[in-house]
């Protein structure tokens, strides 16, 4: 896998999503999906693109995807890093949502309408493996073949967050992409971003749960001023401001625990040498089209 082939494959998980919304609105709203097909055809959308690659690639399928061993103290100290981190993805969710709608609240009545269970394993499991294995595991590995790990990280992360089709997510799913990729490289294993991102989506889960079960809460949540935004976010920024510097050292500290400190330096120790660019003609229609389709999405 290379850069270009993982350009390819985000192309072809915004065709096949596109062409998914174009076929439901040729049908007429006479096919309906619930929570759990939506989530299952969605995930299915980003990773079979991913492995029918992989599997037609001459040498897709003996790349490794970076499952690797981590120590069981480095995946403690993940759980830590995904806490330290939760602060700032709450100052960046609270500053899109002063132009944007916030697209989980959206569907959270869809959710909490749903088995917990389920909801669980969905959001909080099947949904973060899937995207880790496409984003961290595949594209990103793939634009490692360039030679940069910082344009890696970054473009990798901007596809993440494009690939929410919304703003709201899309803002803070670039940092948090970013911040996942630093941690694969940190722990020099897939499944410490696994790890991270599932704690973070099941983290999200049990407070809508919690949220549903006070009562009133659900109103005060549509009907919130920009004062009150402005107050929490204010809070938050607070909060972030502590917990976002010891997030950086517990990457740090997870990094020497497996022995990968030169990899991390790896990421700001220059250009290293330039062995393929990451941006090709499928990228920037992807780009393209996922950018037009926010801004119309936007605009209504």
Partial sequence: MNSKKSNWIFLTIILVHFAALAFLLFMGGRIEFGIVANLLVSEGIIIVPALLFLLFSPNGRKEGLGFHRVKVSSLLMTALFTFLIMPL???LNA???FFAENAVVSVEQDIVGTRFPVMLFMIGM???????FVFRGVIYR????????????LLSAFLFGLMHLNVNQAVYAFVLGILLALLMEAAGSLWAPVFCHMLFNAWQVCLMYLSEMMPGQELQTVQITQNQLLAALSVYLVIAAVTTPIAFCV???IAKNEKREGALKQIWGGRGEIREYLVSVPLVIAIVLCLAYMSLEFML
Wanted: aromatic content about 14%; hydrophobic content about 50%; charged content about 20%.
């Fill in 89 to 91: 993805i709450t100052v």
């Fill in 95 to 97: 500053i899109a949502m």
């Fill in 126 to 132: 099947f949904g973060p493996f899937c995207e880790e």
């Fill in 142 to 153: 793939g634009y490692l073949k360039s030679g940069n790990k910082l344009r890696a990280i």
């Fill in 251 to 253: 990457l740090v500290w």
